[in-house]
C-alpha cells in the first residue's frame, strides 16, 4: 500500500458568491497524495487549503473537477454514499480538536467507534489502544476540561486513528498549540502515515513542521504554486510531481 497513489484530484474549481460577486476559490486545482507518505500544505491565509481539504474529503462539492479516492469518483456518490465513505475510511483533525465536553478520553472514541458499527466490547478495546498508541494511558478517564491543549489534540488523534483510516485530513492540527505539544501533534501524524500506511494530508502555516513532511505543496491564491517531494513514492517518476 505505502507509496500508492490514495487520492487524485482533477480540475477542481470553486467560487464563493459574496452578494452578487464570484470569488474563486480554487482555479483548476490537480492534486494527488500516496499511501504511507505525510502531505503537506501550506500557503497564506485565504489561499484555498481549506477548500480544498473539503472538496477532497467529501464535505464540499467543487463546481468541477473529479476526486478519485481510494479508486471511487467521490462526486458521482450520492451523498449517503459520501457520508458512508467518509465514516468508512477518513479521520478528520481539526484545530479546535472537536471533542464532546460531557465525555471522558475513552467515551471520545467509543462514540466515533458506535457510529462505525463497532461492537461495545471492541470499541471500548481499540480506543483504550489508539489512546496508549498516542500517550494517553494515564489520562482514559479524563473530559475535556481536565486536559491540556495538547492532550485534546492527541484524543482527537485517537479517535481519528482508532478507525484506521486510509485517509487522514489534518487542518491547523497545531496552530492551538505549544510547539513542544506541536511536535508531539506532528510526530504521531507521521507515525500514522508510517506505520498505518494512511495518507496523511496536513494544511498548516506552521513551517516547523515542514521537518516531518514527505512532500510540501504551496499554495497561493486557489493554485498550486510548488510541488516538492522530499521522499518521492516509487510511482511517481522524477518528472511527474503530479503523477
Ligand atoms: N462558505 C464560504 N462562503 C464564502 N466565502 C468563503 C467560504 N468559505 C471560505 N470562503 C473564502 O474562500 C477563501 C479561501 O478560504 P479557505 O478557508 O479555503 O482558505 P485557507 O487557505 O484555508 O485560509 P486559512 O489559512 O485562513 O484557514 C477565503 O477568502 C474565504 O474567505
Known sequence: MTGKLAIEA????KSYKIG????????????????GQVTMVMGPSGSGKSTLIAALSG??????????????????????KID???LDHCG?????????????????VEQVLKYCKVKKGEAKKRAVQALTEVGLDKRLKQTP????????????????LSKNPQLLFADEPTSALDSVSGQVVIKLLHRAAKEHGAAVIVVTHDPRLEAYADRVIHMEDGQILSDTFVNRPEDVPPSAPHA
Open 145 to 160: 476540561s481536565a486536559l491540556s491543549g495538547g492532550e485534546k489534540q492527541r484524543v482527537a488523534i485517537a479517535r481519528a
Open 20 to 35: 452578487k460577486i464570484k470569488q474563486p476559490v480554487l482555479k483548476e486545482v490537480n492534486f494527488t497524495a500516496y499511501h
Open 59 to 80: 464535505l464540499m462539492k467543487p463546481d468541477e473537477g473529479e476526486v478519485i479516492a481510494l479508486g471511487e469518483s467521490l462526486w458521482k456518490k450520492k451523498k449517503a
Open 10 to 13: 482533477k480540475g477542481l474549481t
Open 84 to 86: 458512508q465513505f467518509r
Open 92 to 108: 478528520f483533525i481539526f484545530q479546535g480538536f472537536n471533542l464532546f465536553p460531557a465525555l471522558n478520553a475513552t467515551q471520545q
